[in-house]
C-alpha cells in the first residue's frame, strides 16, 4: 500500500496544479478549458454570502484533504450492492472519475447510436463533443461548473440520431472509492439526443469506503425536436459523501423531457436542475424525492426557463426529513417575453419529523409574459395524526403507520418513474429505510 | 366482555364524560344514543384509544385486562374495532394493502402466521360478497374520493375483513340516504354473532331499524341517564331528547 502525502495547499490550488496533466488532444474543447480554468482561479469556491449559497455551506467540505484524480479500486462483488437489477440495459461504471471497462457492461445498440465515455467521444466524435460541450451548463458564473468544465476528463457520453431509440436504458455509476484516501470526483456527462429520438438514462451515486468523498458532476443534455428523454439521478449516498452537481437540460420545440432527481442521505448534495425551454409545445417535467437523517443536508435549486410560447412544465418535489438533517429547495421559473401561453406548475412538500430538522423552501417566479399559467405552492408539516390512529385503530404498529404514511407521501413522485426497476428498487430503499 | 366503571374523560379543559357506567356481554348489541353533544363520538373515541382524550377517572376493564393502559393497535390486535364517523383519506395507501398490513400485523400480534397472498385474497374475494363490495373501490387509495356512503362500506368492510370480538360503530348512519344505510345495516347484521359484541353509537333511531340492539342507553351530559330495549329507541324517535332532559333536571 502506498503512502499518499497531502500538501497542505488548498482544494482549490491542489486541483489547479493538476491542469498540466488534463489532455490537451483537441484545441476547441482545450480552449473552452482553459476559459473555464481562467474563470475558476478568480471565481473560488463559493461562500454563503453568494444567494444561491445562501442555506449551503461548501466551506466545511473544501477546507478537507480530498485528492484529485486518486486511483480507484472497487471489485465487482464490491459493488454489487449499488447495482439496480435490470434485464436489459447498458452499464458503465467510473470509480473516481475513471471509467472501469470491466466492470461495465455495453448493449449492441441500433446502427448510428453511440453510447460510451466522454473521452472516447472527444478522440472518435471530436465533431459531436466540439458543437455541445460547455454550451449550455454555464461556467461564467458557476464555479463547480467552471471547475468541472476545465478538469473533469470522463462521464457518459451518448449520441441518439434522428428517429432512433435507444433500445436499452443507460445505467451509469459514478462510484466513489474511499477505501485509501478522500477522493475528489469529477464527472462530466453529455447526452445528444436527436430529432424525434428517445432515450432513458440512470446517474447513479455510491460512495464505498470510511473516508470522505466529493463529486462534481455536470452533465449537460440535447433534447432535439420532437425527441423524448428521460433522466434519473440516483443518491442513495454514503454519511460521508459530498455531491455537487449541475444538470443542464437544452430543450428544443415539441419534446418532451422528464427528469427525476433521489436523494437518500449524504453528507451534503446540491443539485442543481436546470431546463432551458427553447422552443415551443414542449412537455417537461422534474420530480425530486429526498429522504434525510442524521446529520445530512440536502440543496436542489432548480430552473424551467420558458423563452418560447406554449409550452409546459410541471415539478413536484417531495423531502422527509428526519434527525438534524436539512434540506433546501429553490425552485426558479423564468417565463421570458415571448413565452406566451405558458403554463408553469411547482409544487415542493415536505414532512419535517424532528424538531432538530429544518426546511427551507422558496419559490422564486420571474414572468415577463403577460398570457400565462403559473403556479407554486409550497408546505412543511408533520404527519398527519387522524391518519396515523386511523392506521393505529386497524391494528398497525405505531411505526409500520408511520412508515405506511411515509411511502405513502412518497409515492405520487414515484409512479411517474417508467422504468419499472428502477420504480421497484427505489421503492425497495423507501422500505428498508422506514421499516 | 366490556365493563366501564365511572368513565370521566376530557378533552383538553372540557369534561365530557362524567361517570358512565356500561356493561357489555358477548352476542350483545348496545345502542348508545343522546342529543348532540352528550360526549357519544367522545365514547368511542376513548375505546379505540384516540390521544386526544384524557380519562381522568374511572376504569374500562375488557376481556380481563385494563383497556385504557393498551395502545390504540394493541386494542385492534385484542379485538376491538372502531368504524370512525368521519373515515379518513389517505392517498397512496391501498386499501388492499393497507388491510393486508393490518391483518398480518394483527396476525403477528396474536403469534400467527402471516397470511399470504393466495390466502389474503381469498379472504377479500368472501369479505366482499358478504358486504356487497365492489373491488374497483379497493384498488383504489383508502378512502380517497369515496362518497359518504362509499366510506361507511368500507368500514364494514374492514370490520367483516378483521373480525373484531367487539365493534364500536360511530355514526354510522350519519350522512347515509335510506338505500346506503341498509346495505351497512345488512353487513353489519351479517357479521353479528353470538361471540362478539357490537355497540352503535348513533342519533337517529332509523339505523336501529336494521340493526336491532338488545339494549338502548342514553347518553345524556357525560352519563348514560336510561337504560331500556329497543323499544326506547322508539319512545325517543317520537318524542325527541326533551323530556329525558327534563326527567334528569327534575
Known sequence: MSIQTIDKSSLAERVISTFDTVSKQNAVVTAVRLEALTRFETLGFPSIKNEEWKYTNLKPVVNQDFVPNAVGNISAEQLQDSIIPTEKASILVFVNGAYQPALSVLTQEAEGIVVTTFKEALSKYPEIVEAHFAKYADFQKDALTAMNTAFAEDGVFAYVPDKKVLEAPVYVYFISDSQQVAPLSQLRNLIVAGRSSQAKFVTAFHTIGELHSFTNVVTEIVVGENASVEHYILQNEAEQAYIVGTTQAQLARDCHFTSHTVSLNGALIRNNLNMVLAGSNIDAHMYGLYLLNGNCHVDNHTLADHQQPNSFSNELYKGILDGKSTGVFNGKIYVKPDAQKTNAFQSNRNLVLSKDAAMNTKPQLEIFADDVKCSHGATVGQLDDEMLFYLRSRGIGFESARALLMRAFADDVLQNMTLEEVHTHVDRWIADRFL | ?250
Do not use: C
Not at chain 2, 350522512?175 to 351497512?184: S, T
Not at chain 2, 348514560?224 to 333536571?249: F, H, N, P, Q, R
Open chain 2, 1 to 250: 366482555m366490556l365493563t366501564i366503571n365511572n368513565l370521566h374523560a376530557r378533552v383538553e379543559e372540557k369534561e365530557i364524560l362524567k361517570g358512565l357506567n356500561l356493561e357489555v356481554k358477548p352476542g350483545e348489541i348496545h345502542a348508545i344514543m343522546g342529543p348532540n353533544g352528550s360526549g357519544k363520538s367522545t365514547l368511542a373515541s376513548v375505546l379505540a384509544g384516540r390521544e386526544a382524550y384524557e380519562v381522568t377517572d374511572g376504569s374500562v376493564n375488557y376481556l380481563g385486562e385494563d383497556l385504557l393502559e393498551l395502545s390504540p393497535e394493541e386494542r385492534a390486535q385484542k379485538g376491538i374495532f372502531l368504524a370512525f364517523q368521519y373515515p379518513v383519506e389517505i392517498p397512496g395507501v391501498s386499501t388492499t394493502n393497507f388491510l393486508k398490513t393490518a391483518i398480518n400485523e394483527i396476525r403477528k400480534a396474536r403469534g400467527e402466521e402471516a397470511l399470504d397472498a393466495v390466502n389474503f385474497l381469498k379472504l377479500m374475494k368472501e369479505k366482499m360478497k358478504l358486504v356487497n363490495i365492489d373491488d374497483t373501490l379497493l384498488k383504489r387509495a383508502l378512502n380517497e374520493g369515496f362518497s359518504g356512503g362509499e366510506k361507511k362500506r368500507n368500514e364494514v368492510f374492514q370490520m367483516a375483513m378483521l373480525e373484531p370480538k367487539l365493534a364500536i360503530l360511530d355514526e354510522t348512519d350519519s350522512g347515509l340516504d335510506i338505500d346506503a344505510l341498509r346495505i351497512v345495516a345488512e353487513g353489519v347484521n351479517k357479521l353479528r354473532s353470538k361471540d362478539n359484541a357490537i355497540i352503535v353509537v348513533t342519533h337517529y333511531q332509523r339505523l336501529l331499524d336494521y340493526i336491532v340492539p338488545d339494549f338502548v342507553h342514553v347518553l345524556y351530559k357525560g352519563k348514560i341517564v336510561k337504560s331500556g330495549t329497543k323499544e326506547l329507541a322508539l319512545e325517543l324517535e317520537e318524542k325527541g331528547y326533551d323530556w329525558i332532559k327534563a326527567e334528569v333536571t327534575v
